[in-house]
């Protein structure tokens, strides 16, 4: 009896293909490998969000600001007398000098430094201050003990060069017009007002989150706008 063509070809594709499966494995299926749990798996730990640490701004704000200060505080000082007390000055002759203001543009700068400072951290507004009220209050309390001291040794400075005799110059006016104790002052009242206010801001962001998850329509317009 003649076998039908192509039946022995297929029993033999079937028991090869069935060898071959049992040989490499059985591939799963698509909903098994769905099903599948990831290798990579995650602690409770590593999925805790953190707040960044505030210690370096800080420091750095500290450190800058009392660096950058006392260079806009010559810079402007020098530039005013320049511009207001110095022989030939412009206020007594119209003629425009052009090295104080390069000196009072070079000041400014300085100032916008130490406001991008503040806007980082505001410590070094309040440490910075704080020195400068120091500082300033024995000039207008007890100037006989400034002046016996000798300017805690600033008039030394006298001796080296023309830089130094301004220094000196500009020291004792700034002290003596009470200057100091207002930008000392000042620059106390700037970081208080900027610590208070980013504490406020967190706060508000704090409370707008609660109300957006708790009670959405509560949320006021500009709220909704952030949201």
């Known amino acids: 009896e003649m076998s039908q063509p192509g039946v022995g070809n297929t029993e033999v594709m079937e028991v090869s293909r069935v060898s071959a499966t049992s040989s490499f494995g059985a591939s799963p299926s698509f909903e098994d490998a769905m099903s599948q749990q990831p290798s990579i798996t995650y602690t409770e730990d590593s999925l805790q969000p953190e707040l960044p640490s505030r210690a370096l701004p800080r420091v750095l704000s500290v450190l800058l600001t009392l660096v950058f200060t006392p260079i806009a505080w010559y810079l402007v000082a020098d530039a005013a007398a320049r511009l207001a007390f110095a022989p030939g000055n412009p206020m007594l002759t119209g003629v425009l000098n ?33 020195i400068t009220v120091a500082v300033g209050i024995p000039f ?15 008039t030394s400075l006298e001796n080296f060069n023309t830089f130094g005799a301004n220094v000196v110059n500009h020291f004792m006016a700034t002290g003596f017009t009470g200057l100091f104790l207002v930008l000392g002052t000042l620059m106390v009242a700037f970081g208080v007002a900027l610590a208070s ?31």
Do not use: D, H
Request: no cysteine.
């Open 140 to 154: 207008l309390v007890v100037p006989s003990l400034v002046q016996s001291s000798g300017f805690w040794g600033v």
């Open 98 to 130: 052009i090295a104080a203001l390069g000196e009072l543009v070079a000041g400014l700068i300085a100032v916008i430094i130490i406001a991008i400072l503040a806007a980082q951290s505001s410590l070094g507004l309040v440490v910075t201050g704080a």
């Open 197 to 227: 206010a980013r504490r406020a801001g967190r706060g508000e962001e704090f409370q707008r989150a609660i109300v957006a998850e708790t009670n959405p329509p509560g949320l006021k317009a500009r709220w909704g706008r952030k949201a």
